[in-house]
């Protein structure tokens, strides 16, 4: 029949959804904080206030959700704060609609990706609250 026990956060596939969905964010924000001047320049042009800061604050903190999702530690604050850190930087950082012509193909991808995750992220942040 196989493991479906809710209470130790679901059978195998929803444990290898979670460590697919964890290391994929947490592989990202370790690829920000790997290019961290390219990090803060992207989120200045962006308009984002005190982006020496907030840049290593949002990836530190995609970080460390990533991890709690992988290893489902701590999950409904790990997921929580993947989903308001999605919701945030894909409305804000990737409105391919206001993007000039040569960036909007890339935004436009960068949004769609995030969502996608958000979408996953909004599906372990119900799990985590059976």
């Known amino acids: 029949m196989g493991d479906n026990n809710t209470e130790t ?3 195998s596939l929803s444990r290898l959804g979670r ?7 947490a592989a990202q924000a370790s690829e920000d904080f790997r290019e961290m001047d390219e ?3 992207y989120a200045e042009s962006a308009g984002v206030p005190m ?3 907030m840049a290593p604050f949002a990836s530190g903190m995609m970080l460390v959700a990533g991890v709690g999702i992988a290893l489902w530690r701590a999950p409904r ?8 850190f999605l919701v945030v930087v894909t409305a804000t950082m990737h ?11 890339g935004e436009r991808l960068a949004f769609f990706g995030n ?8 599906v372990l942040l119900r799990e985590a609250y059976k």
């Open 9 to 11: 956060g679901g059978g």
């Open 39 to 41: 990090t803060v320049e």
């Open 51 to 53: 982006p020496d800061v």
């Open 95 to 105: 409105d391919f609609w206001n993007a000039d012509p040569e960036d909007k193909s």
């Open 115 to 122: 969502l996608a995750m958000l979408g996953g992220v909004l």
């Open 19 to 25: 460590v697919a969905v964890g290391v994929g964010l």
């Open 77 to 84: 604050i790990a997921t929580g704060a993947a989903a308001t």
